[in-house]
């Protein structure tokens, strides 16, 4: 450093002119940002910032910030598609605007491609981020009148390229969409099906686990504790998925370094999980860049896609980061149970919710007390209600601890995020105690553990309420939003996610039972109106963070729901009250579960959550078996030659459970079996026309009714429902009996009128 400065002495600063002073640049271009920055880089000299291209794109046509206009997305909708990928991106986008769907379309300049910047060839990149889970049942009904629609993702990247007309270039693509779609109808359809398969693992390029679990979720753990704990974070995520040695070292390098980028960047202020994208990607893509084997690791980022990558990993049906096995046709084996150490008599344990109000959790503690005998053993059963405690809570349940240390501590207050789950793992390290979660039963959405039909019985419990401690009753002006709040702060964890970290903290998990499994669908009035108000949140918290709900720009609307909301329960109180387990059966579901562990009989609960298209195999209406045998029972008595059929058939005992198939995943595709989605645990009614038999198998000839106003259709080219069949033959060949009647080995007996028996539609 002294031979540095030998060499390259400093100027002599008295009488020179330094130019103007930071406080001085920063002052004279106060106005404008943009310009504060360039005035600041043209101060510090070239040798520092010789080019500003990372800051404002190019200078030619006046430069380019590195947000577009917002008018990019209106220009992309007016421009003439030159390929058919644009026209279906253009047809998305445009459904989407029009219907107000809550997403957002975002633009920025690419500058990879800045050398082809001109004012008639502009390059783009366009965000699509969607905000809402409400967006995704809308678009699937959009899906059902339109099939031709793209799939909708949560949020992916897509290259823009804004251009004057080139005849050459778009002539060309648009005789080749029409020579697809001219004299050969069937070759144009699979054509385009290749083609559109191709572009939306274009579009769904982000490598999922790396840019949820590994990026986004970590958010918050990398925001408040720091590298260390967000390195700890990841590698216990990786070796859930029994990631690979060499693979959590190749990741654990990209992600380190991800950490310090973005904590160089944002310092202590905690990056959007909703804007995540638009800084993970670009580093991701950086990385990439560097060698082939970075860009295998990452998969797929900005500018690199190679559709054929990913297809080949599709086709080989390998995991994106070829961690895990071939899919394999196996039988489940029975869950492997997970035993507890016994909690020793001579610690202490708490009992804690982490839950919602409204999930009685404080009847559920005045229960526990007053259950004969506690927990199984002599230990003393005390509770401390969150409501009537001044100051803070969770310093006083340690202060309990240690006064009493040997005892069992329900702690009645809700332990919604991991910040309290971190002060009880603090709290039983410090004072020799072992800790239970105790959660409400859900099956939870995408990217919330708790579903809208137990969001649903929270609110009418609290509104069904009076002279709460905590004021959160029916005479709460706000309890709708409070509510609302409190559901938000799960979010970021499907149920499985929320399930599998409380096990990992806490060694166990206890499930109170909260909605009757075979339960009729959430009404749509109530759907709709839980759905808006979700709307409605994003919206105020995004402008006011947590701002309450009567202040702000908002409040008039708040008010308004507020009162929806009532009244929309208030028509709805018999279905509310007929879909909750009876109390005293969670109860004892509870108490039964909390002395297990107690003992050290502990076998892990299964997951609540409805299980991954990935994983379903077909969409069906399960019908009532009881019902079944009545009417084939009736019809009997009317036709000698169904009950000539039946007469050696012990059906009650063969027959244990029927359904009708609407789509099954290898005939018909995954996406064909999830356009049922949104009207999965509704009743359907089934017309049953007629009975089909032969020596081999039975059915009815059937067809599906209407829901919520739409007529279902199987996708099977004969619907049918399944009854019978001889020792040795599948159910599925019942198919076949369209067939044997043409050659006259199979019998058809019409029913008239048709017998309707009522299903509920399921993903088996």
Known sequence: ????????????????????????????????????????????????????????????????????????????????????????????????????????????????????????????????????????????????????????????????????????????????????????????????????????????????????FLIRNGLPVLFKQGEAAYKAYYLRQMQKWNTSAAKQGELSRMLDEWAVHIRRKYGHKQLSSSTYLSEAEPFLEQYAKRSPKNQALIGSAGSFVRAEDFMAIIEGRRDEEGDLEPERDIIPSSPTPMVKEVIRKDEGLIVFFPGIPGCAKSALCKEILSAPGGLGDDRPVHSLMGDLVKGKYWGKIAEERRKKPYSVLLADKNAPNEDVWRQIEDMCRRTKASAIPVVPDSEGTESNPFSLDALAVFIFRVLNRSNHPGNLDKSSPSAGYVLLMFYHLYDGKNRTEFEAELIERFGSLVKMPLLKPNRAPLPESVRSTLEEGLDLYNLHTRRHGRLESSKGTYCKEWAKWETQLRETLLRNVEYLNSIQVPFESSVENVLKQLKAIAKGEYTAPPSSEKRSFGTIVYAAVDLPVSEILDQLHNLGEKDPRIEGFLEDKNLKSSLSKAHLTLAHKRSHGVTAVANYGPYVHQNVPIDMRAILFSDKTAAFEAEPGVVEGEKLTSKNEWPHVTFWTAQGVQAKDANTLPNLLAEGKATRVEISPPITITGVLKFF
């Open 1 to 212: 450093m002294e031979q540095v400065l030998r060499d390259y002495p400093l100027p002599p600063s008295e009488g020179a002119d330094l130019g103007s002073s930071l406080r001085e640049i920063c002052s004279e271009n106060r106005s404008d940002e943009k310009q504060q920055i360039k005035a600041l880089l043209e101060s510090v000299g070239t040798s520092f910032c010789p080019n500003s291209l990372d800051w404002f794109g190019n200078d030619v046509a006046d430069g380019h910030s590195r947000n577009a206009d917002r008018s990019v997305v209106s220009k992309f909708l007016q421009a003439r598609p030159a390929d058919y990928s644009t026209i279906k991106l253009q047809e998305m986008v445009r459904l989407m605007t029009e219907k107000r769907f809550p997403a957002a379309f975002k633009c920025y300049h690419n500058f990879h491609k800045i050398n082809s910047v001109a004012s008639d060839d502009l390059h783009f990149k366009m965000v699509i981020h969607v905000h809402s889970d409400s967006a995704f049942r809308r678009y699937q009904k959009e899906m059902r009148h339109n099939p031709g629609l793209w799939p909708l993702y949560r949020g992916f990247f897509v290259d823009l390229n804004l251009f004057k007309d080139k005849k050459g270039i778009a002539m060309k693509s648009s005789q080749e969409i029409n020579s697809g779609s001219g004299t050969n109808g069937a070759s144009a359809k699979d054509g385009l099906a290749d083609e559109d398969a191709n572009l939306m693992i274009k579009l769904k390029f982000l490598t999922y686990k790396i840019r949820t």
